[in-house]
């Protein structure tokens, strides 16, 4: 029996992936590293579908966000365990390392930046949506594009709610960092808890050419994008993903 | 072949299968997707326009819609994104009337919405009853973020080809894959058979 090729997509396009790491991000995420052999890389933004399946042959799938650029055949997931969800607690909290799970992919053709794309670029999270946004800007790292203007803009509602907070303190980034708290600040914050407002944004590229980038629950990207519009922003440069 | 998945048993109701197509699960919620910013499209500057292969045109203002005979569909929706919904109850008027608005021999239809949306399906697919242009769910005014002032409800196919924010219909002879689908999704898009990316069958 041969391998099989790389870059090719097994058969009905389900590759085999062993868990090899899983992280604490919040109190209900986590990162989670698949050894996908064959995985044929992906864009920055683009997600997965992830499956399991029960002894008795049930299964159930589910998409999560890619968290980094492509790195050989190793993908990196960022889950938040849903209430009551059937399958994030169960990727979250039970499967063990070195066991398998199958997954799909890459997806999504339309929620992607890579370095190649030039102009500002203006990144705004809510919660967890900060997933997929994380992949674009570690992209951007690690190309050193560092001429166009870039920002991140994270709104979560307590400080314990912050994804990557080490990585997105770190010093020699050259991006606008912003952390938003919407519910509880933390203390010694001057900006007192509420929701993204207008003033959040100031300073942050605001031409017509910038790309927006929008993730998290669909309140906070309705909220999100109908105030990057009243600054400016064409709709057809503000690009959406929505979960719950 | 190594067990997949230890210890995974599942949750969801086995019991659903005819309903349910597969990969799919129930929701309860409505969730919404959509690629941009949520377009508010006033009714009173609102129309709807079917174009035939030909260039010939007929219009519909919201009135002139609102005044057409109206259907009750009842169906279950099934979203690629794997949540299905059971009975949802809408409000609008069949594509079949409107279709009729012009003459056509075209193999393919076009929905174009206010934001630049666009979707495909074969002309067969929105006549013969299975097809509204609808502005009410659950007996309210469609609500702009699930696709209002009207949407297309093409329940027979994933969700994203019943466009929200819909201004009109364009037949075409040859096939012209949409938003979706020249981003990485199935040209048809059946359910039943799992037809969500450009790689399934």
């Known amino acids: ?244 | 072949m190594a067990s997949l998945s230890p210890g995974f048993h599942g949750r969801g109701s086995r019991s659903l299968v005819e309903r349910l197509p597969p990969g799919q699960y129930p929701t309860e919620s409505f969730p919404v997707l959509s690629a941009g910013p949520t377009p508010h499209v006033p009714t009173d500057t609102w129309s709807f326009t079917v174009t035939s292969e030909n260039g010939e045109s007929r219009s519909w203002t919201w009135d002139e819609m609102r005044a057409l005979p109206q259907e009750q569909p009842v169906v279950d929706i099934h979203c690629v994104t794997r949540w299905s919904k059971f009975d949802t109850r809408w409000e609008g008027v069949s594509l079949d009337v409107l279709a009729a608005g012009v003459e056509t021999s075209a193999g393919f239809v076009v929905a174009e919405s206010f934001d630049g949306y666009t979707t495909n399906v074969p002309r067969a697919d929105v006549t013969g009853g299975r097809a509204w242009l609808v502005h009410s769910f659950d007996g309210y005014p469609l609500s702009p973020d699930h696709g209002g002032p009207a949407r297309l409800l093409i329940p027979h196919l994933y969700f994203w080809k019943s466009a929200k924010w819909v201004k009109g219909l364009r037949f075409t002879t040859e096939d012209e894959p949409g938003f979706w689908e020249r981003a990485g999704y199935h040209d048809y898009g059946d359910p039943w058979r799992e037809q969500r990316y450009w790689n399934d069958a």
């Open chain 1, 1 to 244: 029996m041969s391998a099989p090729k790389t870059g090719r997509s097994p058969s009905g396009g389900w590759w085999r992936a062993r868990l090899t790491s899983r992280d604490g991000q919040t109190t209900t995420g986590r990162t989670l590293r698949f050894e996908v052999p064959g995985w044929p890389g992906h864009r920055p933004g683009q997600h997965l579908d992830v499956r399991l399946t029960a002894d008795d042959g049930y299964q159930a799938v589910r998409s999560y966000s890619l968290a980094a650029p492509a790195a050989g055949e190793t993908v990196e997931l960022g889950v938040q365990t849903a209430p009551d969800g059937e399958v994030s607690p169960y990727l979250n909290d039970v499967l063990p390392i070195g066991a398998e799970a199958e997954v799909k992919g890459p997806l999504g053709g339309w929620f992607v930046w890579t370095p190649e794309t030039r102009g500002p670029l203006l990144l705004v999270a809510g919660g967890c949506g900060v997933v997929p946004l994380m992949a674009m800007l570690r992209a951007r790292r690690a190309a050193g594009t560092l001429v166009d203007p870039c920002a991140l803009v994270c709104s979560v509602r307590a400080p314990g709610e912050l994804w990557y907070a080490k990585e997105l303190a770190d010093p020699t980034g050259t991006e606008d960092l912003r952390v938003l708290y919407t519910r509880q600040a933390p203390p010694g914050e001057e900006r007192p808890a509420h929701r993204l407002a207008p003033d959040d944004l100031e300073g942050l590229p605001a031409s017509p050419e910038t790309r927006c980038y929008v993730c998290g629950p669909t309140g906070f990207v309705e909220h999100a994008a109908a105030l990057l519009q009243s600054r400016g922003h064409p709709p057809g440069s503000i690009r959406t993903e929505r979960f719950g």
